[in-house]
């Protein structure tokens, strides 16, 4: 496909998904219109992230979900107030146990390094590690358990730095881009299926803490009030101005405040898309963007040709983790909550690797395009399969085991719908929607 008709079929893509888009603003209304469109912005983030590693290196990451929920969990960490209450109850102790699980941690490192191959290096590594378990334990539990009992219905955990959320976005980044480092480190030595195991189990883990450790982010009772960045649908209804402008236009301030606040994240969501876009067709396009391609398509080759084919995946994971851990903190801002429960590895690890699939792996805006539209497609698609359902079901008295087992199975035609679509794209578009050139 040359330059000119890759341009036109981009054109055309991306108008059809606009027209989908006016579509449901003029059928169903403009706030669902753009409460998708939030929600596609954010998936096409998380899609190019694993663009980055899967499009770029062939890097097969399960974890994507693991990633995502650490980004989350920095929007907690940043924005949300300190408990002042928790942190004097065992703040301190918490972090005293941290460090030395740490120091523990570092003496084994030191001396798997400084003492000779043997079966006493290995004794002086046991009980290194178990010493400093016993010892981390020792001043964990207690300021654990002295933290999660202040208040535990309202707070029990120690909150966060009370800082603008804004700033949880690049620290999300930067905290899956750190665990991502570490889980580089250890498996990607591994290769295909088996990297694609280790980091779905590394995911499972991550979210696992995080339903567990109710110290750190409440575990299954979710941290609400998330500060927002943009006004409150309340404060605006409340303000003369804003309700004297729609009152102009004939609009009502309920419905309008509405939207005014979903445009508000969209144009927040489209920037940080943009600049994701714009900095991943840059790496692409550079010799550093040439030779990872260079070790994906061949890493015998590469490496016979001097280059450090581990370290490159290292680079890869670890920057498609960060893009991954950006859009985790913009969707708990918008969701304005932390719920541990919703992540799901599997069922949206899968999604996200249709949206790359589908889109066009190796191709930015074919990622970006496979995120906003699968996920549109994954909202609409179970509404639109009951109203078809009823259509089919309209001649059917109301006790018929047919007409109940048909809107039934409406629930399920977004997993069908998903099928269906990687396979008509795998059989007639193998490439994907917009191949890589």
Known sequence: MNAANSRTRILALYTVFFLLMVGVGLIQSWTVALTIL????????????????????????????????????????????PVSAAWAAGGARVLAALAVGAGSIGAAIFLWKRMAAGRKRWLALAATLLAGL???????????????????????????LGLPILLAWPVGGLLAAGAAWLVGKTALGLRTDYLAIATFGIAEIIIFVLKNEDWLSRGVKNVVGLPRPVAYEVELQRSPDFVAWATRFGLDPVDLSS???????????????????????????????????????????????????????????????AVCGIAGAMMTTLDGQLTPGSYQPLRFTFLVWVMVIIGGSGNNFGAVLGGMLIWFLWVEVEPLG????HAVTAGMPEDSGLRAHLLNSAAYMRLLTMGVILLLVLRFSPRGLIPER
């Open 386 to 389: 009951l109203w078809l359902m």
């Open 259 to 321: 939207a005014y606040v979903k445009l508000s994240y969209a144009i927040l969501f489209a920037a940080v898309l943009a600049a994701v876009l714009w900095l991943s067709q840059r790496a692409l396009n550079s010799p550093w963007g040439r030779m990872m391609r260079a070790i994906r398509d061949n890493e015998a080759a590469a490496e016979a040709m001097g280059k450090n084919v581990t370290a490159r995946h290292l680079q890869t994971f670890v920057l498609g983790s």
């Open 134 to 160: 016993f010892a981390y334990r020792l001043v964990f539990d207690p300021a654990v358990a002295a933290i999660e009992a202040v208040n535990p219905a309202a707070t029990g955990y120690l909150g966060g």
């Open 38 to 81: 939030n929600l596609c912005l954010i998936s096409a983030i998380m899609s190019l992230g694993l663009n980055v590693q899967w499009g770029y290196a062939g890097l097969f990451n399960f974890g994507t979900m693991g990633f995502v929920a650490l980004g989350g969990l920095a929007a907690v960490l940043v924005s949300m107030p």
